[in-house]
């Protein structure tokens, strides 16, 4: 990864200490060379993350099962379903298989949608999707779907905890926030404070804002400052909770849900988080430095929960639920479990990924599922 060393550290040198989320954001996405834009096979159990995809089709299925019966309850002659980040497409075929085997009725109503900015990851998912080609449309991004929106489901798995986070630290003795960013020392790439002219510090014990559009809110306010750890580290991505609420925005009926890592603002500020969330994997190994092997592996954060869900409630969307994995996938199997629910046999080998998807030393509690809804006649917020 030669050439993308050589990229950040060409920016680094004309600009100064950078922003680890704009590390982050060019180790995993710089065009040709980033961490997602090399490696089409990564998921699974020989790559560098398990997700729920890795486990086998059953996760796609459910999941078709559920949106089956949200359109039905729905008055809409035709839906969308819109998958953001949907790396190989594998996801996007479980879905689809399922619909056009155990409902073709409304498949026949269905448009599926994908929204990605990579076109060598569209290459890959249209190679997966090949059987589906007159079904599925391609978005570069949310401003090109087509009016009035999506009506139908807005629907994501592990793309916030993968999008650019910032880095911060607290100085006990000032009592203030400061940014970490990253420069370079002997060809290595090194952490440092951002100089203040780049940086702000905001001593507001209800909330740091960090940049004008996003805000890190604390629990406890004052009584949680005064007894952090000088170096206490966290995170905070602006890039998630814009990017919520511009899908929100774009979501003329439905619903909006990710499947995610992460927290609560009371959990991200516990002691053993002393050091944040985020963190480095190289074929399933947690690796020590987060600024090494650029481009070969992967970066990721936990979601701020409380930002994502007060993004999409400030759009106007209402909340359904925070949900485990496990709690809300094992609510849909409880219907498809019925007689006469249409879902199919529950095979044996339902039953083992079923367990490996809820099994809380599995994938059942380390995922969030965060589920927020637009009525039929609730008005839409337009962000600009």
């Known amino acids: 990864m030669n050439e993308l060393r050589d990229i950040l550290r060409r920016e680094i040198e004309t600009c100064?200490?950078?922003?680890?989320?704009?590390?982050?954001?060019?180790?995993?996405?710089?065009?040709?060379?980033?961490?997602?834009?090399?490696?089409?096979?990564?998921?699974?159990?020989?790559?560098?993350?398990?997700?729920?995809?890795?486990?086998?089709?059953?996760?796609?299925?459910?999941?078709?099962?559920?949106?089956?019966?949200?359109?039905?309850?729905?008055?809409?002659?035709?839906?969308?379903?819109?998958?953001?980040?949907?790396?190989?497409?594998?996801?996007?075929?479980?879905?689809?298989?399922?619909?056009?085997?155990?409902?073709?009725?409304?498949?026949?109503?269905?448009?599926?949608?994908?929204?990605?900015?990579?076109?060598?990851?569209?290459?890959?998912?249209?190679?997966t999707l090949d059987r589906f080609a007159a079904q599925v449309r391609w978005f570069d991004s949310l401003e090109m779907l087509p009016p009035p929106g999506v009506q139908g489901v807005i629907f994501a798995n592990e793309l916030l905890d993968a999008l650019p986070v910032h880095r911060l630290g607290w100085d006990a003795k000032t009592q203030s926030w400061f940014e970490w960013g990253v420069a370079v020392e002997d060809e290595n790439f090194v952490w440092t404070r951002m100089p203040a002219e780049t940086r702000s510090e905001v001593r507001n014990p209800k909330s740091l804002v960090f940049t004008p559009d996003s805000a890190l809110r604390f629990p406890h306010g004052e009584e949680l400052q005064a007894v952090l750890p000088d170096g206490f580290t966290t995170e905070v991505s602006p890039a998630a909770a814009q990017w919520w609420q511009r899908a929100a925005s774009f979501l003329r009926q439905g619903r909006l849900l990710t499947f995610d890592y992460g927290l609560t603002a009371e959990e991200f500020f516990s002691p053993e988080r002393a050091r944040g969330t985020l963190r480095?994997?190289?074929?399933?190994?947690?690796?020590?430095?987060?600024?090494?092997?650029?481009?070969?592996?992967?970066?990721?954060?936990?979601?701020?929960?409380?930002?994502?869900?007060?993004?999409?409630?400030?759009?106007?969307?209402?909340?359904?639920?925070?949900?485990?994995?496990?709690?809300?996938?094992?609510?849909?199997?409880?219907?498809?479990?019925k007689v006469k629910s249409g879902f199919g046999e529950w095979t044996s080998n339902r039953t083992r990924q079923f367990q490996t998807l809820t099994h809380p030393e599995h994938l059942g509690r380390r995922f969030k599922v965060l589920i927020q809804t637009r009525p039929e006649d609730s008005p839409r917020k337009h962000i600009l």
């Open 16 to 127: 100064g200490a950078i922003s680890f989320a704009r590390f982050m954001e060019l180790s995993l996405y710089c065009p040709g060379f980033g961490y997602y834009e090399r490696i089409a096979d990564t998921p699974g159990r020989q790559g560098d993350f398990y997700t729920s995809v890795s486990v086998g089709s059953l996760f796609g299925e459910l999941l078709a099962f559920q949106f089956a019966s949200w359109v039905e309850a729905a008055t809409w002659e035709e839906f969308q379903l819109l998958e953001a980040g949907a790396h190989d497409g594998r996801l996007a075929q479980d879905v689809l298989n399922w619909f056009a085997a155990r409902r073709p009725d409304l498949f026949d109503r269905l448009e599926f949608w994908i929204l990605e900015p990579s076109p060598g990851r569209q290459q890959w998912q249209k190679r």
């Open 280 to 337: 480095a994997y190289h074929r399933h190994r947690l690796a020590d430095d987060l600024l090494a092997n650029v481009g070969q592996q992967d970066l990721t954060a936990h979601v701020h929960f409380t930002e994502v869900q007060a993004a999409g409630e400030s759009a106007g969307l209402k909340t359904e639920g925070l949900l485990s994995q496990a709690e809300f996938l094992t609510r849909i199997a409880e219907s498809a479990w």
